[in-house]
């Protein structure tokens, strides 16, 4: 009869197991000591080992030549362990064996010595179901059972079990596998079973699994019942309902391209091929989650489950967004999912969420509008000045085109400030000076560019502050009233209140006091 490969190729010995090296250098220590505890709860996942460390602990307390972190294998009991038909291994499923009569049943069975090992080891299934009252009842006889017991609680849910539980065992969380030793371990069983397969299958495989060992080998199981001996990973990814990069990498240039039809066609190919929409939300926001990783580490990682490959190709799109919007993106396709379980018009869900990331990719942060007010031109500028009489200084020429320039440029501010100041040019320098209070807006990036493009080459602009002849008489301090409408009026504070409508001016201060 036919036997599946999570069952066939089920570790016997602690030198099989993959993963969980915390766990199996405990128990062979304590094994080995002499220091076996009457209790354990081993917590985790689903598929990560934990029923299958239990029998062979199991197997170590009743060989032959035990206790024995290295059972023999061949002894009788090692033999009926493993097959599961011990008569001193008593395996239970709480999920149906979860009531209080269930418990009272078995405290009177661990009264009677082993028939014939040296402990009985009763292990638990999905222990976390058992009821409150059965848990009580079984209490007393957990904390000081006969010198022949020996208790494994198996559970996925470890905080279901009761802390009076807890305290009287000791307990070992089973961590996910890591995914290069499950494609590891998968490459081995294929070479035994005849199969041939190419890397990117076997990551296909363990990422189907996420982390279970269990759930990628009936994965495999699976893929060679539909595809035979030969295994390719466009059909094994079609078998197991899953998305390439590719697939998915089309919402990322969707994305980078600001493309909302291209978005709109996802969705309809989807809907074409039968792919589960919901499914498809899933990968997408495990997908920017890997992106946002990728992005952050600058390279390849531990933290990502692909193959070097596809960690390759995850980089490469990374670059094209910034760490904000993976993580905006990851965010938006986060609620999305969450908002497919209970939809009832799950195309128009998606098609709306992905619609969002497309404007969202458009969002302008406050910092950069912030940042942005002062070179963008201002709807309404006042009214240009006359250029000012040419300088004695050695860059009168340049200061007239320069004033020019700014005036067509709409930079009417800071040719305001220039008017002010005071030009000295060199082959490589522009130095100009001026009074503190115009300094802000000859620092502007746009002031430097139109410098540039006036003289003709690249010069390095330096502003410094310094009292000007050009500089004109003190004018009377303008009263409150006044100080507050032009400041209303200046064009950086209207550009400012067009950005943000809501916004309030509640103070007004004179920086020539400051």
Request: a neutral charge; one cysteine or more; aromatic letters at 6%.
């Amino acid at each position: 009869m036919y036997q599946v490969i999570a069952r066939k190729y089920r570790p016997q010995t602690f030198a099989a197991l993959i993963g969980q090296e915390h766990v199996k250098t405990t128990l062979e220590n304590a094994i080995a000591q002499r220091r076996i505890a009457h209790g354990y709860i081993f917590s985790g996942q689903r598929g990560t080992g934990k029923t299958t460390v239990a029998r062979i602990m199991a197997r170590c307390l009743n060989c032959i030549q035990g206790p024995t972190s290295v059972p023999c294998g061949v002894c009788a009991s090692c033999i009926e362990t493993a097959r599961g038909g011990a008569p001193d291994v008593i395996e239970i499923d709480a999920a149906s064996n979860r009531g209080i009569n269930e418990m009272r049943e078995l405290r009177e069975n661990v009264r009677y010595r082993p028939a014939r090992d040296r402990y009985k080891v009763f292990i638990v299934d999905e222990a976390h179901q058992i009821t409150s009252e059965a848990f009580n009842a079984l209490l007393k006889t957990l904390e000081e059972p006969p010198e022949w017991v020996v208790f494994i609680l198996c559970t996925t849910e470890a905080h279901k079990i009761p802390a009076t539980i807890v305290s009287r065992c000791q307990q070992f969380s089973f961590r996910s596998v890591d995914f290069a030793q499950l494609v590891e371990r998968m490459q081995w069983i294929a070479q035994q079973e005849g199969i041939t397969a190419d890397a990117e299958t076997f990551s296909v495989l363990a990422q189907a699994g996420e982390g279970s060992v269990r759930d990628s080998l009936s994965a495999l199981d699976q893929a060679i019942a539909c595809c035979g001996t030969e295994l390719k990973a466009v059909e094994v990814r079609g078998l197991l309902g899953m998305f390439s990069l590719d697939s998915l990498g089309a919402v990322a240039k969707a994305l980078n391209d600001g493309d909302s039809k291209a978005m709109l066609d996802v969705v309809a190919d989807l809907e074409a091929n039968g792919r589960g929409l919901q499914h498809f939300a899933r990968e997408l926001a495990r997908y920017f989650r890997n992106l946002l990783v990728v992005k952050i580490s600058r390279g390849a990682t531990k933290l990502v489950a692909a193959s070097p490959p596809e960690q390759e190709t995850l980089g490469k799109v990374a670059e094209q967004f910034s760490e904000e919007d993976l993580t905006r993106y990851l965010r938006l396709t986060l609620d999305l999912f969450r908002d497919l379980q209970s939809s009832l018009q799950p195309r128009l869900h998606l098609e709306l969420g992905l619609l969002r990331l497309v404007h969202a990719g458009k969002l302008q942060s406050i910092e950069e509008a912030i940042a942005g007010i002062g070179g963008a031109p201002p709807k309404a500028t006042l009214p240009p000045k006359p250029a000012p009489p040419a300088a004695t200084n050695v860059a009168s020429d340049t200061r007239s085109r320069l004033h020019s320039a700014l005036l067509e440029g709409k930079q009417t501010y800071v040719a305001d400030a220039l008017e002010h100041s005071e030009l000295t040019e060199s082959a490589t320098e522009l130095i100009v000076t001026t009074p503190k209070q115009y300094a802000m807006n000859l620092k502007h990036p746009d002031f430097t560019a139109i410098v540039h493009r006036v003289v003709g080459r690249p010069v390095k602009v330096t502003v410094k502050i310094g009292e000007t002849e050009r500089e004109p008489a003190a004018a009377p301090a303008p009263q409150p009233d006044e100080v507050a409408t032009r400041a209303l009026e200046h064009p950086e504070v209207k550009r400012f209140q067009e950005l943000f409508p809501d916004s309030q001016v509640r103070t007004v201060r004179n920086l020539k006091d400051a």
